[in-house]
């Protein structure tokens, strides 16, 4: 190093500033640890909204409404089908079976989006718009995966599309976030989670 | 009460990020919106690049509040940041450094960087990061391409535009065509422009015209892994540049970039990499007798080659991301000047100005950018350099029988060799959120930057002693220890920022006559180089003010005091204090406004050769420029943007002037007379 004597004290004053940093950030990520645990950071004002992605996904959304019509129709075909003749009693068990295989799935499907939606409702209370990136009027879509696991872990996060630093923000959300909302009983939780973190300023 | 305040900062920072999120339906994607309000600051700049009528890169850097000019014509303004300039700036055109091909700066980097060829600007005054490259004290400026967007299953974007300035007759054309989907693209841009001499505002000419045509072709695509891959190439053809601040014009400045990157997530413990490798090669000519008359002829054709290689990697740590990475960047960069008699083209040299001059500067860096608690942030970074260089041809005789070593032996009483330097930055940055929206910020920084090629090794001998330019192999990097700090506020209709600096600059490679000065063995008032210690200090500040719904005002400021200490002289070519002030009406559909441009007297000047350095053109006086501007929405596709430059046809120059080391009458390049212009841009 060819560094002159004059400069070896700045040097020396920001190398230990770098060192003391380096712990500052170990202290500091336990106390951030310790107190997220304690307390998300969950705020009463924020207006948490279900909202359709776009139209493609509005026409698929089954509203609340909608599955009640539903049910009562479906309510409505099971009294008509107990007063059929006894030969095709078989066959109507086997619909039966088919029905409450549906239904489960359909309940399973359910408690599976309502608990994805727990979970990214919990995430939420994890965003944050980078302060670098608001200064350099960055905005983006983010893409993030993750398969999560049984035991409430996850495995495999990735954020894909857009800036740097607002992917590393979204991921920075989700790990964050944990540990998630602990799954619902006698439900198998381990599935693959992909949603979109929109970052738009204004 | 500790507890309060993060508590209120943490509330404050929630309260302004508003989160919505969608379920949707299994096998769809559910979004979740975070929406924030944008932060003025007065350290960083993003440029809209459709507002104006701007002759190339450096002119349309002018508009960011704080970036002055080194004006020599209409195209080619060197931009200058924080009164830093040349390498104390890294300029990066999508990546990749492009140096010029002048010894001079005739074609600085921000030359190449059309605006119609980019899709946005930044500016990073001061030192924000040392991911970027080695040096930046003054600041980082960032011309960046961005993949594009294919929307509602489109699978061609095009935008496509014209514009005209009536001063000069300076037009320009452009097309910009993407085709693809979200797994790939194929890209191009083309843009044309060309202007005649303007004239100032007491309708005389002043040397301007200038001719450019820029290609960019890209090609992007991602693999099933999700592994991203760009090719670019970049083709710059610049032609008639005239210099109404130069002995020479420009027949030819070319740039050729050919650049490949590839991005990754998850590579080893990293979440994201990205691998960059690139490569510039432009080609300069400039000469006294294309473009106007000479006694005798000159002409100096030059070559720079720039190769570079930038790996970054980042993870998650903590609560904040590690940035580590290493770059390499190599110059090869040569010039030499012919001279003859009028009439034939001249094929004899006489001075190799750039020796055949190799620089390499590999970097290695780190970055940790997190949060100390709940609003408070900050960054603290290192970077070793390794810089090598040499002048291959320094010991080389000219047709003429010069030689470079000859010189710089004369000056300095030392011949070029093989040298290498290890260069130590440093940078430290803290942000905390304060209640209501404000924030306080400050740095501190040590950022070395190693004298350039002109700098080491320019080699213009002459017989006349003021007329030679010689370079100083034995220059040590400068080395700036900084410091920074700013305030950003927000009130109910305003936003404001303020930031103030003080950079201590040991080894300041200043650009001098031969006085005889420790080192320097002549008094002959040649051009030179030498450090000396210096000190830099200043103010920016930027800010908004909505009146009503629709009407705001933009108030910039900026002052840079620069000192040589080492002599007690003041530091030539100093922007002296400006500022704008703007009052405009907005609504959704069209925008129209007026801004005055107020630029204070300097008087800390040095204007004599066997004095001083006589960089200035004299002290300058101050002056006012009142521009107008409008824009409106064409459908939902076009856009169209009108505006008149000074407005009172104010006969004016920038106290800012190319220095010349071989005709010391070089006086300031006046500002074009009152110029109506307009840009008009259609999106399908």
Redesign the interface.
Known sequence: MTLSNKNNNVVSLLISLLIHSAVFIYVSNSFLIASQAQAPIYDKNISITLLPVNKKLKDNVVDAETVNIKKIAEKKTEKKKQSVQPEQKQATAQKKDAEIKREKTKKSLSVRKSYISTLLMHIEGYKRYPVSARRRNIEGDIKVAFHLLDDGSISELSASGGARALRLAAMRSVTNALPFPPCPEKFNCSMQVNFVMKYKLR | MKHKNTLLS??S???S??????????N????????????I?AT?S?LNLDNSFSADGGELLLQTPGVSGVKMGNHGVDPVIRGQKHNQLNILLDGAFVHGGCPNRMDPPSSFASAEIYD?V?VLKGVQTLIYGSGGSGGTVLFERSVPKFENEKTVNTKVGAGYRSNGKAWDIFADVAAGSEDGYARASATTKKAETYKDGDGNDVRSGYSEQSLMASLGGKSDG?TKYRFDIDAVRGTDILYAGANMDSPQADNDSYKLSIES??VAMF??V?AEIYRSDVTHDMDNYSYRTSTTWMRVPSKSITDGVRLNG?M?L????LTLGVDYKKGDRDATRYGGLAGTVPTNSNAFMWPGVETDQAGLFAE???????GN??T?G?RLDKVNTNATKAALAADSGAIANNLYNMYYGVSASKKS??N?S?L?RM?HDLSKGN?LFWG?S?TVRTADETERYLAAGSTTASKRWVGNPDL?PE?H?QLDVGLNFKGKKSKSSVSVYYDNV??YILRDRAHGQEGINQTDNATIYRNVAAVLYGIDYDASYKWSDNWRSNFTAAYVHAHNTSDDRVIAQTPPLEGTVSLEYFNNDWIVGADVRLVDEQTRVEDDITTDSGLDAGPSESFAVLNLYGSIKLGKKGDLKVGVDNVLDKTYAEHLNKPSAFDTSVVRVNEAGRSVWTRVSMKF
């Open positions: 943490g509330l920072l929630i309260g990020i508003t989160v919505f999120s969608a379920v949707a339906a299994d769809e994607i559910p979004a979740i919106q975070v929406e924030a309000d944008k932060i600051d960083t993003t946005q930044t999700g997530a998850k979440d994201t990205k980042d998650i903590g609560q904040g991301d940790y950018q997190g949060d100390f608690s709940k942030r900050y603290a290192m330097e290890n130590v440093a430290y942000e924030m501190a040590r040590k080395v220890a040991s080894d």
